[in-house]
C-alpha cells in the first residue's frame, strides 16, 4: 500500500521511562539509494511478521510502500542484506492527540542509541512532545542524514 509518510525525528539520552515490551525488529537494505528497499521482520509478543518496503524522498515527506511477505521470501531476500543491517527494538506511545510515537533502542554495532518519531498527518501538524520523552530529549534529528536507519545499516 503506498502513501505519503511524513515523520518526525528525534534523538535521546536514554529510554524514557514507563515503557512497555517491545517488538524486536531485524532489517535490511536491498538498496540504500532512492528508492531505498528494505525487508523486515517483526517479532513481537505473540507474532512475527515480514515486510518488503520501498521508501523514495529525502526528508520530512517521503512516498511509501510497504508489503507482507512470507518467511520463506524474507529469508531469501535477508540473505542479500548482509553488511546493511540494523536491529533494534521498538516501543510505542499512543498519546491522547491521536499520534502515536515509536522509539527505537538499538542493537549491535548502534548499541546506546535511542530514536523517537512520530508520524504526522501533514507537514503543519504541531506536535506535543510527551513529557516521558522531553525528560530525555537530546534534539530533533528529522533532516540529519547520520541518524537515517539506512545510513546506520552501513
Known amino acids: 500500500?503506498?502513501?505519503?509518510?511524513?515523520?518526525?525525528?528525534?534523538?535521546?539520552?536514554?529510554?524514557?521511562?514507563g515503557l512497555g515490551n517491545g517488538a524486536f525488529i531485524s532489517q535490511g537494505y536491498l538498496s540504500i539509494k532512492n528508492p531505498e528497499t528494505r525487508v523486515r521482520k517483526i517479532i513481537d509478543k505473540d507474532s512475527e511478521k515480514f515486510f518488503i518496503t520501498n521508501k523514495s524522498g529525502e526528508g520530512i515527506s517521503r512516498?511509501?510502500?510497504?508489503?507482507?511477505?512470507?518467511?520463506?521470501?524474507?529469508?531469501?531476500?535477508w540473505s542479500?542484506?548482509?553488511?546493511?543491517?540494523?536491529?533494534?527494538?521498538?516501543?510505542?506511545?499512543?498519546?491522547?492527540?491521536?499520534?502515536?510515537?515509536?522509539?527505537?533502542?538499538y542493537k549491535g554495532e548502534n548499541e546506546g542509541l535511542f530514536i523517537a518519531e512520530v508520524e504526522i498527518p501533514d507537514i503543519d501538524t504541531e506536535i506535543k512532545i510527551p513529557d516521558s520523552i522531553d525528560e530525555v530529549l537530546e534534539k530533533e534529528v528529522t533532516n540529519d542524514k547520520n541518524y537515517k536507519n539506512k545510513r546506520l545499516a552501513l
Open 80 to 105: 542479500l542484506t548482509v553488511n546493511l543491517r540494523v536491529y533494534k527494538t521498538r516501543f510505542k506511545i499512543e498519546v491522547s492527540d491521536g499520534l502515536v510515537w515509536e522509539i527505537d533502542e
Open 63 to 77: 512516498q511509501e510502500n510497504e508489503e507482507e511477505i512470507t518467511k520463506n521470501v524474507f529469508n531469501i531476500l
Open 1 to 17: 500500500m503506498v502513501h505519503q509518510e511524513i515523520e518526525r525525528k528525534f534523538l535521546l539520552e536514554s529510554l524514557p521511562d
